[in-house]
């Protein structure tokens, strides 16, 4: 039961471009969003994070959209960064009734020098 | 350092062994969650507790159990060792139980 997909195991980037991670969840209690981001051997650290009130937040080079009609979310990041190559995981709870956060499988971001 | 620690970092065990692996979640952190990550693979969401109660449950194989004690830290059960079992099990702590998650580097396992 993959309630968060995230369709792209990974994804290559010129550095200066931006990159464009997408994910997609089934379950519409889901009303926070999150992304998270993991370097080898390291565990996932918080990056963003969105409210299902907004269909925007951005924080620096990172910006979070959320559509919730289509059920979608996506993370742009601008300009990447060498340093940015990453496993990338989105991930949904629900803020009500304690409803156990979700991961996707993850996509492997290379930005390339 | 997101303040989660998890003992121990690595850990080889044969086929039909038991394991624990322990963790203490940041300070002041009452929810506590169990994931396993297989090579190559996404986080795979075993078992959330909140101030000493199950609070949610997933893929939690029966071989598997977990507890969240009186202090806090929780330890996750592993019995009846099968080499699919090798991977790594991350656990992650939150103040309220939902929100932003803070991981520890988590605990390899490798069964031979």
């Known amino acids: 039961d993959q309630q968060v997909k995230q369709n792209s195991p990974s994804l290559s980037v010129q550095e200066g471009r931006i990159s464009i991670l997408n994910c997609d969840y089934t379950?519409?209690?889901?009303?926070?969003f999150l992304w998270y981001k993991k370097y080898p051997a390291e565990g996932p650290t918080f990056l963003i994070s969105?409210?299902?009130?907004?269909d925007k937040n951005e924080d620096g080079r990172f910006t979070v959209f959320l559509n919730k009609s289509a059920k979608h979310l996506s993370l742009h990041i601008v300009p990447s960064q060498p340093g940015d190559s990453a496993v990338y995981f989105c991930?949904?709870?629900?803020?009500?009734?304690?409803?156990?956060?979700?991961f996707g499988a993850g996509t492997r971001l290379f930005v390339k020098a | 350092d997101s303040g989660v620690t998890q003992t121990p970092k690595h850990l080889i065990t044969a086929t039909g062994q038991r394991v624990t692996l322990r963790c203490s979640p940041r300070?002041?952190?009452?929810?506590v969650y169990w994931y396993q990550q297989s090579l190559d693979q996404g986080l795979q969401f075993l078992i959330q507790?909140?101030?000493?109660?199950?609070?949610a449950k997933g893929n939690i194989l029966e071989r598997f159990s977990a507890q969240q004690f009186p202090d806090l830290h929780s330890e996750l059960n592993l019995s009846s060792l099968e080499l699919g079992d090798s991977a790594l099990y991350f656990c992650?702590?939150?103040?309220?139980?939902?929100?932003?998650?803070?991981f520890g580097e988590g605990s390899r396992l490798t069964v031979l």
């Open positions: 992650a702590s939150s103040v309220d139980g939902a929100g932003e998650l803070f």
């Open positions: 379950n519409s209690m889901f009303d926070y």
């Open positions: 969105i409210s299902s009130i907004k």
């Open positions: 991930a949904a709870s629900a803020l009500t009734g304690g409803f156990k956060t979700i």
């Open positions: 300070s002041g952190d009452l929810s």
């Open positions: 507790y909140y101030n000493g109660e199950e609070r």
